[in-house]
């Protein structure tokens, strides 16, 4: 991954929120997982939302995509190139599908259907987005073929090309060695440094929470609490989200 | 529409196959399968990449129901097709439309279909034998040669081809859909207009070709093509081409069988594409 080094966030926008939530309510199986979620996210932040286990961190970052039902509502605001990129907590596809990861990353990035070929624009892309993430020269590689960590990465490299407007991330850094999580944190914190991307995450990690986050939400089916990580972290709630 | 099949004829007489081959019917079989392999194979490895391989044997049934429906209704059998594709669209779509918003999983919503059209098809087949000989829905059945007609041809020309550049168009997006739904949604992706296109694509390529393979068989065209081929396939791109490659084999194969033979031709259809894919297991392994 990028190996820039990049200074503080650029100074807030005005205007609205790029996210912002008002009293978004979430049942599944008659049980209400996110109670009432009312939360902004500022363009050009890196807000990370942390809990325990079925605190209903996932299935809100669904919900802000569009895949998940709600009541309330939720209201993202474009200003720049409206391009969204997800990192997801899981990548459930069959393992045994013949694909290579530059057909997968081609998928986004060309007209011309994959199955036929790849165009030479699209290739040099996807050469440089692999070199970012750490896995240059494995376009051939199956899809099917890739450890955790290597899934990972790819998918990390396809969200972040263009670089997004809106990135949203489910615990994008399970499956990645101490190495790559930093390079991950130097990576989005250079997307706000340098695109004014706006990040929602979903993390556990303590260490990069106190990297990266400009605000942190815990979250436990309502919103326990909003701050800075210094604020959020170190009460017992937090210990007990994190532990 | 005889141009598009007199060429067979003339390359049977000059290689010296038997006369059988020399038939019209059996050229128009040989051009109908020729333009269904790279329909139904094209197809097929979207099908599995989505898990719609039951979804697809069901459609199969309902084509089934959907001619009896017509024929009940005093359609003539050679103009079944609207019946047919109607009751698939309708089908289809409400299976999707459950299938989305239920909370079983989707394999049990998918068999809950097929019981309903099939006890639906037996029971409307029952009503109208009263009218007509079922000998005479065989052909649609099991898939028969014989009944294959220079407008069955035009038929699967022209549908064959707005289906295929329908997926060709959109063919990235339904493929990033099948791998990941929030990721294609996330840039953009209309994934519910993709699911419900994508049953209304499959519905018509089954029904355009169910004439040539049979209704109760024609799921096996639209799977085992991509069954075999993700055996072998290193790359979509190869898994694209050893499905078309796969279909349009063991089609051909199929027909000259039941030609030579004399059995149903979905069900030669069928043993062929099986023979596929049980020689192309041990080959991929080979290969890996």
Not at chain 1, 16 to 31: F, Y
Not at chain 1, 119 to 143: F, H, N, P, Q, T
Not at chain 1, 176 to 182: G, Y
Request: positive net charge; proline residues 4%.
């Amino acid at each position: 991954m990028s190996k820039r080094k990049h200074g503080a966030a650029k100074a807030r926008l005005d205007g609205p929120p790029a996210i912002e939530l008002e009293r978004v309510t979430i049942a599944r199986e008659g049980r209400t997982v996110v109670d009432g979620v009312s939360l902004a996210v500022e363009p050009g932040t890196i807000h990370l939302v942390i809990g325990p286990n079925g605190a209903g961190k996932s299935t809100l970052l669904s919900a802000v995509l569009g895949q998940t039902p709600f009541r309330g509502q939720i209201r993202t605001s474009f200003r720049g190139n409206g391009v969204v990129g997800y990192v997801p907590q899981t990548f459930v596809a069959d393992r045994t599908l013949p694909i290579t990861i530059a057909e997968f990353l081609a998928l986004g990035r060309q007209r011309w259907p994959v199955c036929l070929g790849i165009s030479r624009g699209a290739r040099a892309r996807i050469g440089e987005i692999l070199e970012r993430v750490g896995l240059a020269g494995m376009e051939r590689r199956r899809i099917g073929e890739l450890s955790g960590g290597e899934l990972r990465r790819v998918l990390i490299g396809n969200a972040i090309d263009p670089a997004p407007e809106l990135l949203l991330c489910d615990e994008p850094a399970t499956g990645l060695d101490p190495d790559a999580v930093l390079e991950l944190d130097e990576t989005l914190v250079g997307l706000r440094a340098d695109s004014g991307t706006t990040v929602l995450m979903v993390s556990h990690d303590r260490a990069q929470i106190r990297r990266i986050a400009d605000r942190v939400t815990l979250l436990h089916v309502k919103v326990q609490r909003t701050g800075t990580a210094d604020e959020v972290l170190g009460d017992a709630a937090s210990e007990r989200a994190l532990s | 529409m005889s141009w598009t099949y007199a060429w067979w004829i003339d390359f049977s007489r000059a290689v010296g196959l038997p006369e059988a081959f020399q038939y019209d019917f059996v050229a128009r079989g040989v051009v109908a399968i020729l333009m269904l392999a790279p329909l139904l194979g094209g197809l097929s490895h979207l099908v599995v990449a989505r898990r719609l391989a039951f979804f697809s044997t069901t459609l199969g049934q309902a084509a089934l129901t959907g001619l009896t429906i017509g024929v009940a209704v005093g359609v003539p059998l050679e103009d079944t097709y609207v019946s047919i594709l109607g009751f698939c669209l309708l089908v289809g779509v409400v299976m999707a439309f459950i299938r989305r918003h239920s909370r079983l999983p989707a394999d049990t919503v998918i068999g809950v279909f097929m019981a309903f059209t099939l006890g639906l098809g037996i029971c409307v087949l029952v009503a109208a034998t009263r009218s007509f000989n079922v000998h005479q829905i065989e052909a649609v059945m099991f898939g028969s040669l014989l009944t294959i007609t220079d407008r069955d041809l035009v038929l699967l020309l022209v549908l064959g081809t707005l289906v295929g550049a329908a997926v060709a168009w959109a063919y990235n997006t339904i493929l990033a859909d099948s791998l990941s739904p929030p990721i294609a949604a996330a840039r953009g992706a209309p994934t519910t207009m993709i699911e419900y296109g994508f049953v209304v694509i499959v519905t018509v390529a089954i029904t355009v070709s169910l004439k040539v393979i049979g209704a109760l068989l024609v799921e096996a065209m639209v799977v085992v093509p991509a069954a075999a081929a993700r055996n072998l396939a290193r790359s979509t791109r190869g898994y694209l081409v050893w499905s078309i490659a796969i279909a349009a084999l063991a089609g051909l194969g199929g027909l000259f069988i039941s030609t030579a033979w004399r059995v149903p031709t979905g069900g030669a259809i069928v043993l062929a594409l099986s023979v596929c894919f049980f020689v192309t297991l041990p080959v991929g392994r080979l290969l890996r």
